[in-house]
């Protein structure tokens, strides 16, 4: 079994800073690309950010420049530093990892609420 488990949403004023952590735990032999979405509202899931095991990293337009993306492979953790917020960016955020045990699957994180006011 594999657990990824996030922390760090809350709520925060517009142009406020947060940090969102997510853990993966259980059996792995290997953690892939590592990646957070969210989903706001009456929308569909979305991509924010992704981060290979090399450390290449992609993000979606809307938050280049103001999200940052990153891992450490020893602990299985990835970390979304998320700066001048605005309040399109809340939502519920969830973290993604691709991880090798038997097989590769996607693994997802219970999700996280972040809410940033006007």
């Known amino acids: 079994q594999v657990q990824l488990v996030e922390s760090g949403g809350g709520l925060v004023q517009a142009g406020g800073s947060l940090r969102l952590s997510c853990a993966a735990s259980g059996r792995i032999f290997s953690i892939n690309a590592m990646g957070w979405y969210r989903q706001a509202p009456g929308k569909q899931r979305e991509l924010v950010a992704v981060?290979?095991?090399?450390?290449?990293?992609n993000y979606a337009d809307s938050v280049k420049g103001r999200f940052t993306i990153s891992r450490d492979n020893a602990k299985n953790t990835v970390y979304l530093q998320m700066n001048s917020l605005k309040p399109e960016d809340t939502g519920v955020y969830y973290c993604?990892?691709?991880?090798?045990?038997?097989?590769?699957?996607?693994?997802w994180g219970q999700g996280t609420q972040v809410t940033v006011s006007s």
């Open positions: 981060i290979t095991s090399g450390g290449s990293t």
């Open positions: 993604n990892a691709r991880i090798t045990f038997t097989m590769t699957r996607d693994y």
